[in-house]
């Protein structure tokens, strides 16, 4: 293994060398688009009528991207760009052959999938590597890729669907200079032909942000006076069994542009309220579960604290320097984060409260461009608590060569103060090669010493190291039934930090993906492997034991849209180790996985989704059925108005007969800005005893910008 993880950095280093003659530097753009400045800003209705679009000259001329990548548009599209000194002004004119079938569902704010759609994309920076869209269905429902305030409108016409939008500068992040070229391109979806259509020729084997067009004719143009507050008062009444909690509470978010390419966000007692339960986990594994962030302070904007190794590959292990769920009840925090002269960068403070007090935390990340899509960076994490100090640092990569070939990685070193600083690493690197259609593959290998402690991370193994290899072959094809199909063969061979080996393993894939919307996958696996257990000190150690692994695994997903939205089926056995209830032993048996799940809309503001995952484990031994659960979801979504919601959602799990009933009443004030009025009644299981409860709460959120 050592020998294999020598050649490995050795074989890094060559192609390092190798490609590091190839094309490194930014295309030409193929298009560019000169915009004009407008004296009469439109009323974005949709209309298309306004006096200031008839002085200006569209553009067209769409080109595929799927399913038939680089032949012509099916239909044309036309659009308009103007702007002042407060927005960019957008039109388009989506020409439809059959706008009868034209599809567009009245949903929340970015939760349409599958519509007619006209998107925007915009690099403010130009810098090939960062982007922002804005994109408006035949209704008018705005989706957006960062939370933020801009005007739309939409019709359906007799040839088809036009639709207008209105960016505020001030919602957008860019540079301080005079005169301003971005990058841009637009993006249509016809629904009924399955069909994505980009302004410029998108090769799928590039990365999409360096084939836009060049935005030209901007300037004078500033954010102005950026400063956003977003406040929000909830009153709560809970009952739960005899007890009684009732709660008022209001907090408050700040941001505040100081440039236009640097900002500071600011909360105070951030949202007490989750509308909505959070799902049944059954935990099966001694390892921690990974939740997704939902607050908006942590979640906007978290692209500038993800480590490269965050994208492109599958790690054995789970890695995140910064994990803000850790953050768990924030009494102030502060951010703040930008872009200049290629370099990215993000500073975060909290003052967490705890059980025994409180815990600050300090993040620091920056990250440079170099070449034509690659980047360099370090990272700093620190935890102080009441009677110790955590502290992280690491360095990562991520260099792009001739499109297609990748090579990523990071070092991390972590520092606690309850500890020695000896086997404290974490090691990460991979190369790929992974186009289309061709030859794929990939290798990497990652290393976790098991003096490791990442207290403002997350990290699910310690004592752990894998060397992964993977070759694979895919075809596209331009007609018949499959659209495009695929094969994979990977292997792994997984030792302790010390060298010892724990488990290895060959994996075998297939998958196609066919023109009617249809997606397939098999994948067959075996090896053998030890597990890690819990000792009388709460540690994992290896159990020293193999036992053989195998089995395999169906996944089925059909995404139509209309009436029968889409289908969601998983079926998965494999032959394992299974875990007792408290994680200290483990014994031979078989794990049986089925999931399914469906959405119907019977209108196009209604939308039924249902949901059901089952779980059982068996020893091999006795065949006693030693776990058995199903955790389930039914959920209904009426969307009355733009404006005006209503919203039912059971979710729960059989094994300790629990649940949780949502039902919510909303109204959309404007971006950001809502009134919920929400009630639950929830059944939970507490140690031995079955208790139950129920809450009301009343919460309002507005986003006021000056």
């Known amino acids: 293994m050592k020998l294999a993880i020598k050649l490995l950095w050795v074989l890094a280093l060559i192609i390092v060398i190798l490609l590091s003659g190839l094309r490194l530097f930014s295309q030409e753009r193929t298009k560019v688009l000169y915009i004009q400045r407008t004296d009469t800003p439109p009323k974005i209705d949709g209309q298309l009528d306004d006096p200031g679009w008839k002085e200006i000259q569209p553009v067209s001329g769409f080109v595929q991207y799927n399913p038939l990548n680089g032949a012509p548009a099916s239909e044309e599209t036309y659009v308009w ?62 989706k957006n890729s960062v939370e933020t305030i801009w005007k739309s409108g939409a019709r359906i016409r007799e040839d088809g669907w036009a639709a207008e939008m209105a960016i505020p500068f001030k919602s957008l992040r860019f540079s301080s200079s005079s005169e301003q070229v971005w990058g841009i391109n637009f993006v249509r979806y016809l629904h009924r032909l399955n069909e994505t259509d980009y302004w410029t020729e998108v090769k799928r084997d590039l990365p999409r942000l360096q084939q836009m067009a060049e935005l030209r004719g901007l300037s004078g143009i500033r954010p102005g006076q950026n400063l956003e507050f977003y406040p929000y008062l909830g009153v709560r009444s809970s009952r739960w069994e005899e007890e009684k909690d009732d709660k008022l509470a209001a907090g408050l978010d700040v941001k505040y542009g100081i440039k236009p390419n640097l900002y500071l966000d600011i909360t105070a007692s951030p949202d007490f309220s989750q509308v909505e339960s959070d799902p049944f986990i059954y935990q099966l594994s001694p390892y921690e579960n990974y939740l997704r962030e939902n607050r908006p302070f942590f979640s906007e904007g978290s692209e500038y604290f993800r480590l490269k190794t965050e994208q492109g590959f599958s790690w054995p292990a789970s890695v995140r320097i910064f994990y803000s769920r850790r953050i768990k009840d924030p009494r102030l925090a502060a951010k703040i984060t930008g872009k200049t002269d290629g370099f990215s960068f993000g500073l975060l403070g909290a003052l967490n409260k705890t059980d025994y007090g409180s815990s600050q935390f300090g993040i620091f990340r920056i990250t440079k461009d170099v070449f ?52 404290n690493g974490i090691h990460m690197i991979e190369m790929n090669r992974w186009p289309d259609a061709g030859v794929q593959m990939s290798f990497g290998f990652q290393r976790i010493e098991d003096n490791v402690s990442l207290k403002a991370g997350y990290l699910n193994r310690l004592d752990f190291q894998a060397l992964n290899g993977t070759l694979g072959y895919a075809w ?20 302790n930090s010390h060298g010892l080996k724990v488990s290895e393993r060959v994996d075998f894939s297939l998958n196609w993906d066919f023109f009617n919307r249809i997606d397939f996958n098999l994948r067959a696996f075996g090896g053998k492997s030890q597990y890690q257990v819990k000792n009388e000190n709460e540690e994992l150690i290896w159990n020293g034991e193999f036992l053989s692994v195998y089995g395999g695994r169906l996944d089925f997903g059909w995404e139509k849209g209309g009436f029968f939205k889409d289908l969601n089926l998983e079926l998965g056995w494999q032959k394992k180790g299974i875990y007792n209830e408290d994680f200290t032993a483990v014994l031979p048996g078989s794990q049986l996985d089925l999931e399914a799940s469906f959405s119907l809309k ?61 039902l919510l009443l909303g109204y959309y004030l404007g971006a950001g800005s809502i009134v919920q009025l929400s009630f639950k009644t929830s059944q939970h299981k507490e140690f031995i005893e079955v208790e139950k409860g129920r809450s009301t709460t009343l919460k309002v959120s507005y986003l006021l910008r000056i």
């Open 602 to 662: 019977p209108r196009s503001n209604v939308e039924i989704s249902l949901g059901a995952d089952y779980i059982q484990q068996n020893l091999s031994e006795t065949g006693e059925k030693i776990f058995s659960g199903l955790t389930y979801l039914a959920s209904l979504h009426y969307q009355i108005t733009h404006q005006l919601f209503i919203s039912t959602r059971i979710l729960g799990e059989t094994r300790e007969d629990q649940y949780n009933f949502d």
């Open 81 to 142: 760009a103007a702007y002042d000194d407060k927005y960019l002004y957008f039109a388009f004119l989506m020409k439809d052959s059959q706008p009868e079938k034209i599809w567009a569902e009245l949903t929340p704010r970015n939760r349409f999938q599958n519509n007619d759609s006209i998107t925007v994309i915009l690099d403010t920076y130009n810098d090939r590597r960062t982007s922002v869209s804005f994109t408006v269905n035949p209704r008018g429902v705005q």
């Open 476 to 495: 596209r094809f331009n007609q018949g039934t499959v659209q495009r199909f695929s094969l994979s063969l990977s292997g792994s061979l997984n030792e």
């Open 372 to 423: 034509r899509n690659s980047q360099v960076g370090i990272y700093y994490t620190g935890v102080k608590e009441e009677a110790s100090t955590n502290q992280n640092v690491a360095f990562d990569y991520s260099f792009n060569f001739k499109d297609i070939y990748y090579l990523r990685g990071a070092s991390i070193f972590s520092f606690d103060s309850t500890s020695d600083y000896s086997r």
